[in-house]
């Protein structure tokens, strides 16, 4: 399973805080308030590290193991910073058949993160995909809203590039 | 009642019985895998146990499945027969297949249950187990992920019995295992090391650390005087090793093994036990006299110092100072023993032998080396003594009965009782009278804090203190409904016992497998008989190896030289 870095929470500012502990006060004492406060909370913070699964712990009264046992269970709930722009590359049969998989390598080198990473500048995170019913336009990635077909790990650096705030993507 | 037919046989049973249970009535063993009866744990999670069923088109798991009247069932008919291999072939492509290699081997119920059903090759791909990590950061336990089938028994004891909720099920379908909180290591968990969870294991994705190779280094290492102690309970489960009926009192033997295997002493952790008795009465009658933090609580179990250190630190106060017997031994052993034996104490090497897995830990935390060494050096529990003794070729059951080496292996009734719950408390008791009254207690068997009741009450008059109030308490779920009470201020305990483990140290994490409720309660007895039939000497402060102890050595309970060696300090941990 993956592992979590644990972290002082100092990236997060006093409000987002403060927005925390007040989803956690209104859902108190609530049969099933799990679900719908890592929900809300999750909106606050962006994702869900171990500092923020334990104030959810401290403040519902449950085990943390019983909040980390849902985080990971739901696909919705990300233990790791997501990208600003969140790149997706569907793995399904037919884009692995053209070569999904190159596509995967060259972009986990050129940005440096493995599945599942975001940059350090949180301008990309890249995850994979099941089918994402596109298989005549393999092999699909999404980035953002907008669906790139055929890619060719040839394009891959125009392709981010597009994206691109300040942060530079090596061409490897 | 529920009449019904199970491969054609009557049976009527309660409304609401399972089929397997219903099964069972009848003497048929419908085999089971993720269930645990002793937890009531019937989470239907493996398949293993398949029947058919003419109220039913696919076949159902009998564990979960209620009996229904008129029901007809069938257990072993072809179609079952085939579905229950194919369920284990599954569960074994996705798993090891070295069983050779494993600590488990020979007493890992999937093997049983693979030999059960006949599975002779796996049909399936074997599936790719290098996603998986060993966890060996702690001292005490080893998980092996790639060996968890998914029973979630730990899940159910740690939470329901230990009330530790540590370990859970995460992720989901290919990614799906049991891991700590977090997916931490244990050593940077909030684990007591209690080891209940291999206890329940069925196989070997959580075990005991293995030492015995450490041990087996110290024998055969000349210039080394390697002395022993064994903790009250192993001379109460070491028998069940070698197949003696659970209950067994096997002291002699034991130490016969032990001379064999070629320790230079035999001493015995319950000599330590009567002097954690006379430190800790005197602490407690001390407290009581200079209104200082009651109630006191034991302290000789690591599991439960482990459990306060991070669930609640603002008892630490209450806890003894005291060590535990094991690390008083260890730093006796190398200040007195080597004294009077003339033993350079940097040649001595301490092997503990434990019903424990949390006593491992205690032996490595970094405090424990007050003698001016590490004050115990190794620790192996009941299996891996059981492990050492048949790699050496010896035939236990024929073993004669020997002595133990004097001083340290001389002991009290009182020490021996320290592995069942409620022992430590009935021994503090016994020499708290004697030192307040000066006299023997009228009656030394006190058993409002015998047995196996979850939390245990007594009070008792002792002289002019007058009424002594005490709890006793073992499983930290137990312990911790106790101390939630002491926390909110509704109790006026004086003195509480604590023993991690379900029915205390005779059910630890290091005792021999499969365990039972039944076998508890026939390893106490073994412990009470030698306390009451075996031993001459039933109070730990008439131990003539302690008095002499304190003669020459100490001088005096929670003197000058005691607090250098036998008292200790906790750490707050964090949750
Ligand atoms: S050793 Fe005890 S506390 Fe630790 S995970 Fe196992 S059952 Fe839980
Ligand atoms: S670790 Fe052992 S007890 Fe826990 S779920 Fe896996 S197989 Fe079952
Ligand atoms: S009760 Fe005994 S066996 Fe269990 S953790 Fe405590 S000392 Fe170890
Ligand atoms: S024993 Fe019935 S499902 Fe596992």
């Not at chain 2, 058919?52 to 079952?80: N, Q, Y």
């Not at chain 2, 230990?162 to 995460?170: D, E, F, R, S």
């Not at chain 2, 009465?281 to 459990?307: A, D, Y």
Request: net charge neutral; with cysteine.
């Amino acid at each position: 399973m993956e592992r979590v870095e644990e972290s002082s929470g100092a990236e997060f500012s006093a409000q987002q805080w403060q927005d925390v502990d007040g989803i956690i006060d209104q859902h108190r004492g609530q049969p099933g308030a799990l679900i719908p406060v890592l929900e809300e909370v999750q909106a606050v913070t962006g994702y869900l590290p171990a500092v923020v699964q334990r104030r959810v712990a401290r403040g519902l009264g449950l085990p943390l193991s019983r909040v980390y046992g849902v985080v990971t269970f739901y696909s919705f709930f990300t233990m790791k910073p997501r990208g600003r722009h969140q790149i997706r590359i569907c793995t399904g049969t037919a884009c692995h058949v053209r070569g999904a998989q190159r596509n995967v390598n060259q972009l986990k080198t050129s940005l440096g993160i493995e599945i599942g990473e975001c940059t350090d500048d949180r301008e990309f995170g890249l995850e994979t995909v099941r089918c994402l019913g596109a298989c005549g336009l393999a092999p699909v990635l999404v980035i953002d809203q907008d669906t790139h077909r055929q890619v060719k790990k040839e394009q891959l650096p125009q392709i981010l590039r597009q994206y691109q705030g300040a942060a530079e993507v090596s061409e490897g | 009642m529920i009449k019904l037919s199970i491969d054609d046989l009557p049976v009527e049973v309660p409304n609401g019985t399972t089929v397997l249970e219903a099964a069972r009535r009848i003497n048929i063993h419908i085999p089971t895998l993720c269930a645990y009866q002793e937890l009531n744990h019937f989470p239907g999670a493996c398949r293993v146990c398949l029947v058919e069923c003419d109220r039913s088109r696919s076949l159902v798991a009998s564990c979960v499945f209620p009996v229904a009247e008129g029901m007809k069932i069938w257990t072993h008919t072809e179609r079952v027969r085939k579905a229950r291999r194919a369920v284990v072939e599954f569960l074994l492509s996705d798993h090891p297949d070295d069983c050779q290699l494993c600590q488990k081997n020979g007493a890992c119920e999937l093997q049983a249950i693979a030999e059960q059903v006949g599975v002779r090759k796996i049909r399936v791909n074997r599936s790719d187990l290098s996603r998986h990590q060993i966890d060996s950061s702690s001292e005490a336990l080893r998980r092996d992920p790639a060996k968890c089938i998914y029973c979630l028994r730990c899940v159910a004891v740690c939470a329901q019995v230990q009330g530790v909720n540590l370990l859970t099920p995460a992720g989901r379908g290919f990614d799906a295992r049991v891991v700590p909180a977090l997916g931490l290591d244990l050593a940077d968990s909030n684990c007591t090391y209690c080891g209940q969870c291999a206890v329940v294991c069925p196989t070997g994705a959580i075990v005991e650390k293995d030492d015995t190779e450490r041990v087996w280094a110290a024998l055969a290492d000349p210039q080394k005087h390697v002395i022993v102690q064994e903790a009250p309970a192993v001379r109460a489960q070491l028998g069940e090793e070698f197949g003696m009926d659970p209950g067994s009192l096997v002291t002699g033997q034991m130490i016969a093994a032990l001379r064999r295997l070629g320790f230079d002493q035999v001493f015995d952790t319950n000599f330590a036990a009567d002097l954690t008795i006379m430190e800790e009465g005197h602490e407690l009658l001390q407290r009581v006299k200079q209104n200082g933090v009651l109630p006191m609580m034991t302290s000789c179990c690591p599991g439960w110092i482990k459990f306060v250190e991070h669930f609640y630190p603002s008892l630490i106060p209450n806890l003894s100072t005291c060590k535990s017997p094991q690390q008083m031994f260890g730093a006796i052993a190398k200040t007195y023993y080597a004294q009077i034996a003339g033993v350079d104490p940097k040649d001595i090497f301490v092997v503990s032998i434990m019903p424990c897995t949390a006593k491992k830990y205690e032996a490595a935390r970094p405090e424990m080396c007050d003698s001016g060494f590490r004050d115990v050096d190794v620790v192996i529990t009941t299996r891996e003594l059981g492990r050492m003794i048949r790699g050496a070729g010896l035939d236990f059951v024929s073993l004669p009965d020997e002595d133990y080496d004097p001083p340290m292996g001389q002991y009290s009734g009182a020490g021996t009782i320290f592995g069942a719950t409620g022992g430590v408390m009935e021994a503090a008791l016994r020499t708290a009278y004697a030192v307040v009254t000066g006299k023997t207690m009228p009656n030394l068997d006190i058993q409002q804090v015998r047995g196996l009741a979850g939390v245990k009450e007594a009070a008792l008059e002792v002289g002019k203190l007058g009424q002594v109030r005490v709890a006793v308490a073992h499983g930290l779920a137990n312990a911790r409904k106790l101390m939630d009470r002491v926390i909110a201020g509704t109790t006026d305990y004086h003195f509480i016992e604590i023993m991690a483990c379900p029915g205390g140290c005779v059910g630890g994490g290091g005792q021999p497998l499969p365990a039972s409720e039944e076998k508890l309660r026939l390893r106490a007895e073994a412990l009470y008989r030698d306390d009451a039939l075996v031993q001459k000497v039933r109070e730990s402060h008439m131990n003539p190896a302690i008095l002499a102890l304190y003669e020459h050595f100490l001088r005096e309970p929670l003197g000058y030289r005691s607090h250098g060696l036998l008292h200790t300090k906790y750490t707050e941990r964090g949750e």
